[in-house]
Nanobody, 124 residues
């Protein structure tokens, strides 16, 4: 079983930054890709970022390209999401998820595990 726990959310002003962390209790970083997705009240889930160490693939959602960066510390199986220039529309609960490695741009269709999310609120 893959266990994931997102943390690092909080309240930030527009233009600010946050770094989310995802502790992934998985066998090793090549078994699964990791993705971040978010969901705001009343809205559908939205893919934010995807990273496969095995495939060497990184994908970002259109709304976060150029502002968010996904990275992985393979020694600790911790995945980070650096979020810069945050805007009120980025407010949501953010989740990290284990995804099939070959998912690529279709990563939202191949989510297999996810954990509790962390709330991000951006004030204007």
């Amino acid at each position: 079983e893959v266990q994931l726990q997102a943390s690092g959310g909080g309240l930030v002003q527009a233009g600010g930054a946050l770094r989310l962390s995802c502790a992934a209790a998985i066998l090793n970083s090549y078994d699964w890709a990791i993705a971040w997705f978010r969901q705001a009240p009343g809205k559908e889930r939205e893919g934010v970022a995807f990273r496969s160490e095995r495939e060497g693939t990184t994908v970002y959602g259109d709304s976060v390209k150029g502002r968010f960066i996904i990275s992985m510390d393979k020694a600790t199986n911790t995945v980070y999401l650096q979020m810069n220039n945050l805007q009120p529309e980025d407010s949501a609960t953010y989740y990290c998820a284990a995804v099939e490695n070959a998912a690529g741009t279709r990563y939202m269709e191949f989510i297999r595990y996810w954990g509790l999310g962390t709330q991000v609120t951006v004030s204007s």
